[in-house]
């Protein structure tokens, strides 16, 4: 029986009530959002992702979203007024009370029943009893993902891989991590204070700076990439992108491909995104964030952060490595939901008081020689 009505619990994880209306199987026609009068603007949100897919939405306005006995009133109306549809209900959202009103007026009609497993992506049916649960398909990309969770992303930039002058470049800096660490420093000191000038000329380094071995063999890898050209002890850069580059966005690239050499090996992964600008309004101010990659991977966000630079904080004073894991945390639950994964990827190493923080908050870091297996965590990370 082909279902043309999901009836489903708005509440704030859209994931769970997204992914069977895309999926070609069960993708329904129509779909009835019972929602409260605190979830409104997230029934929109939604209505904004389903309507353009092709399923048209309509809602149900649940005054109390614990009053049981109106809840069940309005479902036993809903359910009488639609006898001769084929209906089910997806009983993942909601409250409590407008779970167990829904489910018992449901399966009291004999109308198919089913619940979103949140963490293994699978569709599982509670009545009918005997139903083969459903690996639930991976058809959401990155744009609708953020618009569910009330953010847009901007217009998104091409991007087809490395050069493989870069490709070489970043593979080498980390294979070499031991040799480079203190001199990227110094790089991306010169870089970042070549931002403000039009000439893309850095400020003068001091000769205890560019006379260092380290960094002139590593000056060397960047100039025969043409990247960045040493005079009268200023770097010049090439453009703004090879600017960026050098100031930490090849490891955000690095991420980044080896991502999409991932995508060829594991169909789990289904959209990737680098650079990325999503705003969100949060009451009357338009907030932006910048994520450096993200992408999806059945049906959930994850989220890596990519820095070269040194965090010299104390962990509980705040500081740049307090500030790096309270943003991916933010993000990753603003984002992506309870189920969102987030990650710290750094060219230094990371104090123990950092990474305690970051496992706190359930995030992975990957940083200094663990790079040379980035890949490979990259791999375990997904699952």
């Not at 205890?208 to 590593?218: C, H, K, M, T, Y």
């Not at 690239?253 to 789990?268: M, R």
């Amino acid at each position: 029986m082909k279902i043309q009505t999901h009836v489903i619990l708005v509440s704030g994880q859209p994931t769970p009530n997204i992914t069977p209306a895309l999926d070609p199987e069960i993708k329904p026609k129509h779909i009835i959002m019972l929602v409260s009068p605190d979830m409104a603007r997230r029934a929109d949100w939604l209505r904004a992702v389903l309507q353009p897919a092709g399923v048209t939405v309509s809602q149900i306005r649940i005054e109390n979203a614990y009053d049981i006995e109106a809840i069940r009133e309005q479902l036993l109306t809903l359910v009488s007024e639609h006898e001769h549809d084929k209906l089910a209900l997806n009983v993942t959202g909601g409250t409590k009370p407008m779970a167990i009103a829904a489910y018992e007026v449901f399966r009291a009609a004999g109308q198919p029943i089913f619940y979103v497993h949140p963490e293994q992506d699978r569709l599982i049916w509670m009545h009918p009893a005997g139903r083969p649960p459903r690996e639930l398909a991976n058809r959401i990309k990155l744009k609708g993902f953020f618009q569910a969770h009330g953010a847009q992303l901007s217009e998104r930039p091409a991007h087809f891989g490395m050069p493989e002058r870069l490709k070489v470049l970043a593979e080498g800096l980390v294979r070499h991590i031991d040799k480079y660490q203190n001199a990227l420093r110094i790089l991306n000191w010169a870089a970042m204070s070549a931002e403000q000038n039009e000439s893309l000329v850095s400020d003068q380094l001091r000769p205890g700076q560019i006379e260092r071995e380290d960094f002139e063999a590593l000056l060397g890898w960047f100039e025969n990439a043409d990247v960045v050209m040493a005079r009268q002890g200023r770097l010049h850069f090439a453009d703004e992108p090879a600017r960026f580059f050098a100031n930490g966005g090849w490891l955000e690239q690095y991420a980044y491909s080896l991502v999409q050499s991932l995508k060829s090996e594991l169909k789990a992964i289904q959209d990737i995104g680098r650079g990325l600008e999503v705003e969100r309004q949060n009451g009357a101010e338009r907030i932006r964030n910048e994520l450096d990659v993200a992408f999806l991977a059945e049906n959930r966000l994850y989220i890596v952060e990519c820095k070269t630079r040194q965090f010299r904080d104390d962990i509980e004073t705040g500081g740049a490595g307090a500030d790096a894991i309270y943003r991916l945390d933010a993000l990753s639950n603003l984002l992506g939901g309870l189920q969102a994964k987030a990650m710290l990827v750094s060219y230094q190493p990371l104090s123990t008081a950092i990474q305690d923080r970051a496992r706190a908050y359930g995030i992975l870091t990957c940083a200094g020689p663990e790079l040379k297996t980035l890949k490979e965590t990259l791999r375990r990370w997904i699952g």
